[in-house]
């Protein structure tokens, strides 16, 4: 088992800035991508970004693309993401999660195993 524990999330205006984190524990060697996923209440989940461990190579949704930025601290087990320039739509409950991928490939629509609890991110207009 991988235990994912998320932190950061916050309440920003638009234009403004926050940086989550996702602390990995556990089987961490069972598992090679981690991700970043969104959900707005009454919608479905959205991929927003991910990161494949081996060797940093990212993914992300294009509606993200330019904005936000995955990066990973393999010493602490730990993946970011840093959301710039924030807009309303951004606002929802945001999920790490983790899984293993074969070829490296962190493809947001692969089934990952394990998630967090979420933080929550509000962008104000």
């Known amino acids: 088992q991988v235990q994912l524990v998320e932190s950061g999330g916050g309440s920003v205006q638009a234009g403004g800035s926050l940086k989550l984190a996702c602390a990995a524990s556990?089987?961490?060697?069972?598992?090679?991508?981690m991700g970043w996923f969104r959900q707005i209440p009454g919608k479905g989940r959205q991929g927003v970004a991910a990161i494949f461990t081996g060797g940093g190579r990212t993914f992300y949704a294009d509606s993200v693309k330019g904005r936000f930025t995955i990066s990973q601290d393999n010493a602490k087990n730990t993946a970011y993401l840093q959301l710039n320039s924030l807009k309303p739509e951004d606002t929802a409950m945001y999920y790490c999660?983790?899984?293993?991928?074969?070829?490296?490939?962190?493809?947001?629509?692969?089934?990952?195993?394990?998630w967090g609890q979420g933080t929550q991110v509000t962008v104000s207009s």
């Open positions: 556990g089987a961490t060697g069972a598992v090679n991508c």
């Open positions: 999660a983790a899984t293993y991928s074969s070829g490296g490939y962190c493809y947001l629509y692969l089934d990952y195993q394990f």
